[in-house]
């Protein structure tokens, strides 16, 4: 199982985080992806409000729903 490793401002604190790709029930609250890519979070099984993605980030936020985005 690949683990992934990033940085992630929660708040306005850095803290290096790390996850699995069938990672559930994390709390993403106030995090700030703008500036992350290659990930994919199921906002169905974690919890996002009042995180910050970026326009091009939102496609990881829909993997969990198999559509195709153009």
């Known amino acids: 199982m ?3 490793n990033f ?3 929660v708040g306005r604190e ?13 709390h993403f609250e ?3 992806f703008r ?5 994919s ?8 409000r009042k995180t910050k993605f970026s326009l091009s ?6 993997d969990a729903y198999d559509i195709e985005i153009e």
């Open 35 to 39: 500036s992350a890519y290659n990930f």
């Open 57 to 62: 980030g939102l496609s990881g936020l829909l």
């Open 14 to 26: 850095l803290a290096p985080f790390a996850v699995t790709p069938n990672s559930e029930n994390i």
């Open 41 to 48: 979070i199921n906002p169905k099984k974690n919890r996002i």
């Open 7 to 9: 940085d992630l401002y």
């Open 30 to 32: 106030k995090a700030d």
């Open 2 to 4: 690949q683990l992934a």
